[in-house]
């Protein structure tokens, strides 16, 4: 291995990884030049909550859960700390820095079917050219429509903050955004990176109302905790599946799958691809690290299990383990069922276990369902889904995948990456699980002078981040 130069004795940094379900702040320790040791300082439970009728964050609860972790952290000696979130959700800031009204959230109906009516009226019609984003009901442009449409033209002081950077103004009152997360909003110029203000105007949104794009790496000013002064607030890749592929280093060839609650797959690319068989093949082109654009695919993945695990969970009057579910599977032959995983009723909350008997009957299996047979389903579901996502990519771009890289909390999922390595016939190399965390720490890392660049610090750590290897199997084998 190419031996980097090094520039530091210790480095400690915080990574607050901020997903639809939980919450983490993890605390990364380099001590000996070589290794990344990670340790979870604080973890909290996150979801959507009911604001009458609306679905909403709560923000009080996650910004209190940010600083309890933050203080463990600047406890154990962390200089640095930097957030990554899911996409598209955003807050209002007036002048004066008071947030007007709630977080909505992406899984609220306010925005069902307006992403096409958009797409009508001519508002969207040209906005996948411009901005490299399918026209999708979760986008913040059609939240941003949604809200102007229930509440008026948003207030002329108000600043459009997305989650991290909302959760970065109420600790440092720093004000600002970083491509990624941006790229996320269907605002943003695909070629250039920085805002279309012509598409704001579309929603009524002038220059002022949007933060200026921090580039990677930039300090986002000291975080207020009270006693625990010093710790600095740094922009690493703010969203999510941008800070997990971070992590990894793809090569040509590879193929992501950023597996969460939602599953992200996609491609790595110099150059964004908007053409219209993109679209048609319903590829997002967002920012990534090292000034790359990730062409890919947002799929409903995770949330489905999770809902069901919850579920089942009350019906059965006791706990389930993801790793006792997972040998279930394995261990069972029990009559499984396909489905179509973007099934529209299955991203709203709610009767996951009677959505998916409906589409168990549709196939026609009948009876009670256990635990095998359902998770069965689902993972096998999710691995075909994620075969045609590549089989697309391949297609559109006209270059062969040849590995699949399986990042994030999924990639503990023994049963789930043997399905996928099977359904799309290569090599699946799962890990690291922690892939935010630690995409999210090698950028702070970079900013702290330990590193030239992310290539340089992922090529010293990357040994010692846990990965496994799944090869396909033959059919006959199955």
């Avoid at 970065?168 to 997360?181: H, K, M, N, V, Y």
């Avoid at 905790?225 to 800070?243: F, I, K, N, P």
């Amino acid at each position: 291995m190419e031996q980097v130069e090094h520039r530091f004795e210790e480095c400690r940094a915080a990574a607050i990884d901020l997903g639809a379900s939980s919450g983490r702040v993890i605390m990364g320790v380099i001590e000996d030049g070589q290794s990344l040791s990670l340790h979870e300082v604080h973890r909290f439970e996150n979801g959507l909550v009911r604001h009458g009728e609306t679905l909403v964050w709560d923000m009080d609860k996650i910004v209190a859960q940010v600083e309890a972790g933050l203080v463990a952290a600047a406890e154990a000696g962390a200089t640095t700390c930097a957030i990554d979130t899911w996409g598209v959700d955003y807050g209002l800031v007036d002048s004066d820095g008071s947030l007007l009204g709630p977080v909505v959230g992406y899984r609220d109906a306010r925005t069902e079917g307006l992403a096409a009516a958009l797409l009508e009226d001519g508002t969207l019609a040209d906005a996948y050219e411009r901005t490299g984003i399918p026209a999708l009901d979760i986008n913040t442009s059609v939240q941003i429509a949604a809200q102007v449409r229930d509440e008026g033209p948003l207030p002329a002081d108000a600043q459009i903050l997305m989650v991290p950077d909302l959760i970065t103004f109420l600790l440092t009152g720093d004000r600002g955004t970083e491509a990624s997360i941006a790229s996320t909003t269907q605002l943003v110029d695909v070629a250039s990176k920085r805002w279309d203000a012509e598409l704001l105007g579309r929603f009524g949104v002038d220059d002022a109302m949007v933060p200026v794009i921090r580039p990677l790496g930039s300090d986002a000013g000291e975080v207020r905790l009270g006693d625990h002064a010093g710790m600095r607030m740094v922009r690493a890749c703010e969203h999510d599946t941008a800070s997990a592929v971070a992590s990894i280093g793809l090569e040509p060839g590879d193929a992501f799958i950023s597996c969460g609650t939602w599953s992200l797959v996609g491609v790595a690319r110099d150059t964004p691809l908007a053409t219209p068989e993109a679209l048609a093949a319903g590829l997002s082109n967002e920012s990534g690290p090292d000034a790359s654009t990730l062409l890919l695919v947002n799929c409903t993945g995770l949330w489905i299990a999770q809902q069901l695990k919850i579920e089942m969970e009350e019906s059965l009057g006791r706990g389930l383990t993801w790793q006792g579910i997972a040998e279930e599977v394995r261990a069972s032959h029990a009559s499984t069922f396909l489905f179509d995983t973007e099934d529209p009723s299955l991203a709203r909350p709610g009767n996951m276990l009677g959505k998916l008997e409906r589409l168990a009957r549709e196939e026609g299996i009948e009876g009670d369902l256990g635990i095998a047979a359902l998770f069965g389903s689902v993972y096998e579901s999710l691995a075909r889904q994620y075969a045609q996502v590549i089989e697309r990519l391949q297609r559109v771009t006209g270059e062969s995948v040849e590995r699949i890289r399986v990042i994030g909390g999924g990639s503990r999922n023994a049963v789930l990456c043997q399905m996928v390595a099977d359904e799309c016939g290569l090599p699946v190399i799962a890990g690291p699980a922690e892939a935010s965390a630690v995409g999210n720490l090698l950028v702070q890392f970079c900013a702290q002078g330990a590193f030239c660049s992310l290539e340089d610090a992922r090529r010293v750590v990357g040994p010692s981040l846990e990965c496994g290897t799944y090869l396909p199997r033959a059919a006959s084998d199955l």
